[in-house]
């Protein structure tokens, strides 16, 4: 689902992060962020804030939630103490914004 959606936003982010600020995570990066690419639509198809289709449904979604609810699900698959959960907190919330900046983009 939303494969059209994720190769490029991957591609996107990748190319548009700030690496220097995720140097501790360096040899993962990539992956955390197809990851990411993968879990975002789900989480607002989850939330009622996107249709099976991709449709916004007009649904109101905090983006503090939003960052909260991924981190959460990138949080399950990753081992992190309190310092590398808060480096993924910080990766999550420059994904998010590269997502919203390549909306205008892609």
């Known amino acids: 689902?939303?494969?059209?959606?994720?190769?490029?936003?991957?591609?996107?982010?990748?190319?548009?992060?700030?690496?220097?600020?995720?140097?501790?995570?360096?040899?993962?990066?990539?992956?955390?962020?197809?990851?990411?690419?993968?879990?975002?639509?789900?989480?607002?198809l989850e939330n009622g804030v996107i249709d099976t289709s991709g449709n916004d449904t007009d649904l109101d979604f905090d983006e503090d939630d939003l960052l909260d609810a991924m981190l959460d699900r990138f949080l399950q698959d990753h081992d992190a103490d309190e310092a590398r959960a808060a480096l993924y907190a910080v990766l999550i919330d420059a994904f998010l914004t590269l997502v919203d900046e390549a909306s205008e983009d892609l």
């Open 1 to 44: 689902m939303f494969d059209d959606w994720k190769e490029p936003m991957n591609r996107y982010v990748q190319k548009h992060i700030d690496r220097r600020c995720f140097l501790p995570i360096a040899d993962e990066l990539d992956a955390d962020i197809a990851e990411l690419c993968d879990a975002y639509p789900s989480i607002l």
